[in-house]
């Protein structure tokens, strides 16, 4: 069996090339996106944390003013 012409060698060592090239961009593309979305869940967090204050504080303050008669 003959070996491939150097024309179809070169073709395959290029598609080998730009293959490993578009699988290294992927990479650093998709752990961007997964330090975005632990950015997003960590900020969601927190203002769910704040809000769960917010109403909580909102609440016993309510509760607070039903329990105290109003002077007047």
Known sequence: MADKPS????REETKAAKAL???SLAEQVWSEVEVQRA???ER???LK????ARDAQDEATAKLSKA???KG
Do not use: G, I, S
């Open 7 to 10: 024309h179809a060698k070169d």
């Open 39 to 41: 950015v997003v869940e």
């Open 49 to 52: 944390a704040q809000r769960l």
């Open 68 to 70: 105290t008669p109003a």
């Open 21 to 23: 090239e578009r699988a």
């Open 44 to 46: 969601t967090a927190r």
